[in-house]
T-cell receptor, first 109, second 114 residues
Framework: KNEVEQSPQNLTAQEGEFITINCSYS?????LHWLQQHPGGGIVSLFM???GKKKHGRLIATINIQEKHSSLHITASHPRDSAVYIC???????????FGTGTSLTVIP | KAGVTQTPRYLIKTRGQQVTLSCSPI?????VSWYQQTPGQGLQFLFE???????NKGNFPGRFSGRQFSNSRSEMNVSTLELGDSALYLC?????????????FGPGTRLTVT
């Protein structure tokens, strides 16, 4: 049983397209994180959120606590956005940290 | 501010050996968490250290252990290595406890067990 489910697993988009990645979780959380991992392994934290919506440049993250669902949106996608996007949650009991399996995004010029 | 650093970056070990990995957090960060990433299992939480105490532990055998020093630097040790321990080991630091703070990841140590 996976505490965090992501969809889609793979995504190919044309440059300029609007992209949505979804994340559902089954545990109570203190925070949800969106991470970006480029080839080679380095991970960058994009957002940490516990309610509402956050925006950073062309990236927008939303969370619905009641539905246990979060989305990551990329507007005007660019080839440099090609990476694996990972959803992770900090559980509010036991302080465990659970990861989704990631969404591999390829943006074609 | 310097980012999170991990040493070594690459390591090759033989089954049965032990290994120690090091993580230096961002200055001022007191929480260090360790993660294992494999193609089959993805990212998995190993443990978190805060103020030199292990606060949380994932579902890994006792062969995996760690510690944190007074300067917040952390080490992770794996004893009696198995082929399945081959993975990218990532550490992340945070100002506050793992659940409440943004995590800053190091570049990882890629361990190969032969």
């Amino acid at each position: 049983k996976n505490e965090v489910e992501q969809s889609p697993q793979n995504l190919t988009a044309q440059e300029g397209e609007f992209i949505t990645i979804n994340c559902s979780y089954s545990v109570g959380i203190s925070a949800l994180h969106w991470l970006q991992q480029h080839p080679g392994g380095g991970i960058v934290s994009l957002f940490m959120l516990s309610s509402g919506k956050k925006k950073h440049g062309r990236l927008i993250a939303t969370i619905n606590i009641q539905e246990k669902h979060s989305s990551l949106h990329i507007t005007a996608s660019h080839p440099r956005d090609s990476a694996v996007y990972i959803c992770a949650v900090s559980a509010n009991t036991g302080n465990q940290f659970y990861f989704g399996t990631g969404t591999s995004l390829t943006v074609i010029p | 501010k310097a980012g999170v650093t991990q040493t070594p970056r690459y390591l090759i070990k033989t089954r049965g050996q032990q290994v120690t990995l090091s993580c230096s957090p961002i200055s001022g960060h007191r929480s260090v968490s360790w993660y294992q990433q494999t193609p089959g299992q993805g990212l998995q939480f190993l443990f978190e250290y805060f103020s030199e105490t292990q606060r949380n532990k994932g579902n890994f055998p006792g062969r995996f252990s760690g510690r944190q020093f007074s300067n917040s630097r952390s080490e992770m040790n794996v004893s009696t290595l198995e082929l399945g321990d081959s993975a990218l080991y990532l550490c992340a630091s945070s100002l506050i406890r793992q659940g409440g703070g943004e995590q800053y990841f190091g570049p990882g140590t890629r361990l190969t067990v032969t």
